[in-house]
């Protein structure tokens, strides 16, 4: 089974400034997936950004980018120039290849303040 | 918007009832999952469904069981409702069951037990 951890619970930062929120996981797999998730308070679960394991390249996607260490295991996210509108619950998920469903970490409670 | 529709939006209920949440994916999705999100738990998954059986299966309790129908839609049956099943229940989608298929996010129904 995978896991995912994600270390802070909470975290801040104003408006226009970058923000990097941390995550690592655990697996015995060679191949899979990683995801972050956003919940606005709408509760609403909306895909920010995926990255398959076997790609060295890191994704982005507009402001959103992540720094994916695989020995590490670790898989950051950082948003640039951020707007109030990222204000939300922020979760890190996994998804191995043999797998059908989506293990999340926690989540990080990212407030962004004008 | 996901696509994925779930009802109700709320569920107010008692200790020991019964009720069925009811998911309708996006149009041309074949698998479908349920997840839960409490507050002690985080986001679990439970079951998903491809095509109309059963593919996998997670956290669930003896006392839920799920289905998919004909038409692709699900329903997720909770039964002998304990107060520790108020949560936030998703539903999601993907086109199919495996790699790194996107799941798409119903808005989710808010279930409390009293």
């Known amino acids: 089974a995978q896991t995912v951890t994600q270390s802070q619970p909470e975290m801040s930062v104003q408006e226009a400034e970058t923000v990097t929120l941390s995550c690592t996981y655990d697996t015995s797999e060679n191949n899979y997936y990683l995801f972050w998730y956003k919940q606005p308070p709408s509760r609403q679960m909306i895909l920010v950004i995926r990255q398959e394991a076997y790609k060295q390249q890191n994704a982005t996607e507009n402001r959103f980018s992540v720094n994916f260490q695989k020995a590490a295991k670790s898989f950051s996210l950082k948003i640039s120039d951020s707007q109030l509108g990222d204000t939300a619950m922020y979760f890190c998920?996994?998804?191995?290849?043999?797998?059908?469903?989506?293990?999340f970490g926690k989540g990080t409670s990212l407030l962004v303040t004008p | 918007d996901s696509g994925v529709t779930q009802t109700p939006k709320h569920l107010i209920t008692a200790t020991g009832q019964r009720v069925t949440l009811r998911c309708s994916p996006r149009s041309g999705d074949l698998s479908v999952y349920w997840y839960q999100q409490s507050l002690d738990q985080g986001l679990q998954f439970l079951i998903q469904?491809?095509?109309?059986?059963?593919?996998a299966k997670g956290n669930i309790l003896e006392r839920f069981s799920a289905q998919q129908f004909p038409d692709l839609h699900s329903e997720l049956n909770l039964s002998s409702l304990e107060l520790g099943d108020s949560a936030l229940y998703f539903c999601a989608s993907s086109v199919a069951w495996n790699r790194a298929n996107e799941q798409f996010f119903g808005p989710g129904t808010r279930l409390t037990v009293l």
């Open positions: 469904y491809y095509n109309g059986e059963e593919r």
């Open positions: 998920a996994s998804k191995s290849n043999s797998g059908y469903a989506l293990n």
